[in-house]
């Protein structure tokens, strides 16, 4: 998280809307529309949780008791799985109690455990920490010549600071390329379908590295973990392994996390970085959920900067100015810029890397 004011990003194609201005009415229609566009074709299960979320005023007027931005969906869907809602879906291997995935069943569950979940949402964040973004921050990564002093705004446990740990294979329509750390292949390989771009031929040395959350996540604190993997939507196996390895990797070599707000920290951070790197600020699926007047002060702060590469991750939307650049419909997908240039549109998970002309 990153300053005091900002909605935290959902777990899955993080460009919905923020949850500031719910009302009963606008809270059925965000879960449609989040069971229609967000989850639809991507988690079954969420999506008929959510359908089922927006016809049912009981559970409505329950989460209308929370602060705005605690209603979202996956914070909600999250902190039931987390606490054992869900048939063979619960993180962890625990029993599941609900016994199947239907809304019917996640409601009755629900009402039978709402003081817990209630509680559990108030106290967590969808704080979801993707390693597998890193494939598509590479290929602008790569640019850069000189080693790095790489910083990440919204670095929740820190796992997207660790670029140059990963193997990569990009499949191209000319065949695989595959990339390894130079001590070797990763116990993390990150795969990514790479269109209308050159895959990059080299990963940069990272001599320094920080991140900047309001909420820093401990991945050494197996409980914290164990959120991250609730977060993760029930389906998708292959992202619950990559972040076991992923965490297993990275809690061997913690990364340094500062809490605290992106404004008053990231100078802080640049001028601690060592003179003889590129400084290189990125962030994914994160500016979303920061008050639009907090986003507007934080790009116009980095773009002051003369002396660093600016890498953002987002949703079409969130950065006007960049989203104007590209000429197509996202569909879902974030528009990947560096330095307000908009060169490729990104899978939300790093899946896919699509250049731009």
Not at 1 to 17: A, G, W
């Amino acid at each position: 998280m990153l300053t005091s004011t900002r909605f935290d990003p959902p777990n899955e194609r993080e460009t919905m809307q923020p949850m500031s201005k719910l009302d009963a009415d606008s809270l059925r229609g965000y879960y449609r529309k989040f069971a229609r566009f967000e989850a639809a074709g991507a988690s079954p299960i969420y999506a008929a949780w959510a359908a089922g979320v927006a016809e049912d005023d009981e559970i409505i007027a329950l989460l209308l008791e929370l602060p705005k931005p605690k209603r979202q969906a996956n914070l909600l869907f999250a902190a039931a799985r987390h606490l054992g809602a869900g048939d063979g879906i619960t993180p962890g291997e625990r029993p599941s109690t609900a016994g199947t995935n239907d809304y019917a069943s996640l409601r009755t569950w629900l009402l039978a455990h709402w003081d817990a979940t209630r509680d559990l949402m108030l106290a967590r964040s969808t704080q979801t920490n993707e390693a597998g973004r890193c494939a598509v921050l590479l290929p602008a990564l790569a640019r850069v010549e000189r080693p790095i002093s790489l910083i990440e705004v919204g670095a929740s446990a820190g796992l997207c600071l660790y670029p140059d740990r990963y193997s990569y294979t990009y499949r191209t329509d000319s065949g695989p390329v595959t990339l390894h750390p130079k001590d070797g292949p990763s116990t993390v390989e990150l795969v990514c379908e790479l269109t209308n771009a050159q895959p990059p031929d080299t990963i940069p040395e990272v001599a320094w590295r920080a991140g900047i959350d309001l909420n820093p996540l401990d991945i050494t604190d197996g409980d914290q973990q164990e959120w991250l993997r609730s977060l993760i939507w029930p389906e998708h196996e292959t992202r619950r392994a990559r972040l076991s390895a992923a965490s297993a990797l990275v809690a061997a070599d913690p990364p340094r996390l500062v809490p605290g707000d992106l404004l008053e920290t990231v100078e802080g951070l640049l001028d601690e970085a060592p003179a003889d790197t590129q400084k290189v600020v990125f962030h994914s699926a994160v500016l979303a959920y920061v008050a639009p007047d907090e986003r507007e002060k934080f790009a116009a702060l980095i773009r002051m900067r003369d002396d660093i590469v600016w890498i953002s991750n987002e949703g079409s939307g969130v950065l006007p100015d960049i989203g104007a650049q590209v000429d197509r419909e996202p569909d879902g997908r974030f528009v990947l810029a560096v330095d307000g240039e908009a060169i490729a549109l990104t899978g939300p998970h790093g899946q896919s890397f699509e250049g731009l002309e």
